[in-house]
């Protein structure tokens, strides 16, 4: 039973373009997402997070925003960089049992 | 702060064989998680312990598999027998705490296994 999922595998973007990831949950009990990046033989690194209280929080070029009643995240990258292309992972923390449950990863692929 | 250090970094092994991967976390960090990545279900918690106390193991997925922390800097998971369904890679990561304000996991860069 997966409580976070990732639909989409993969995205191609163009760089200087929107790169838009989307996460979607079904527990009303998360309180807090975030959203890690990782590399190619590299452990997962953190990126952004937001509480459920909130609606959008945005650093620099990263903005995630969160529609608590659809269950749905989405992580917005703009501008796209090369550098940016990564397996981003959207994972949720839940309040009850403390811990993070994770989606599959979308593989963002950002070409020049 | 080296991060959180793994080894080996990749390990081939022979089905039925014994597989040990080790992990220090993040000195002063008091939860430790050890995780396996799928391209099926993604990143699993299979375990975590908070002050070298197994805390929750619902995610191990049988008893072939078993993890230790007999200290705060250094912690183990073990598959025995390995069977080639095992393959995967496995992350351990710590963190201050599992609440607010800080919810952030430190990974490490993985142990690569393959089981043959």
């Known amino acids: 039973d997966q409580q976070v999922k990732q639909n989409s595998p993969s995205l191609s973007v163009q760089e200087g373009r929107i790169s838009i990831l989307n996460c979607d949950y079904t527990n009303s009990m998360f309180d807090y997402f975030l959203w890690y990046k990782k590399y190619p033989a590299e452990g997962p690194t953190f990126l952004i997070s937001i509480s459920s209280i909130k609606d959008k929080n945005e650093d620099g070029r990263f903005t995630v925003f969160l529609n608590k009643s659809a269950k749905h995240l989405s992580l917005h990258i703009v501008p796209s960089q090369p550098g940016d292309s990564a397996v981003y992972f959207c994972a949720a923390h839940s309040s009850n049992t403390g811990k993070l449950i994770f989606g599959q990863g979308t593989t963002l692929q950002v070409k020049p | ?116």
């Open chain 2, 1 to 116: 702060d080296a991060g959180v250090i793994q080894s080996p970094r990749h390990e081939v092994t022979e089905m039925g064989q014994e597989v040990t991967l080790r992990c220090k976390p993040i000195s002063g960090h008091d939860y430790l998680f050890w995780y396996r990545q799928t391209m099926m279900r993604g990143l699993e918690l299979l375990i975590y312990f908070n002050n070298n106390v197994p805390i929750d193991d619902s995610g191990m997925p049988e008893d072939r598999f078993s993890a230790k922390m007999p200290n705060a800097s250094f912690s183990t998971l073990k598959i025995q027998p390995s069977e080639p369904r095992d393959s995967a890679v496995y992350f351990c990561a710590s963190s201050y705490s599992t609440g607010p304000p800080s919810y952030e996991q430190y990974f490490g860069p993985g142990t690569r296994l393959t089981v043959t």
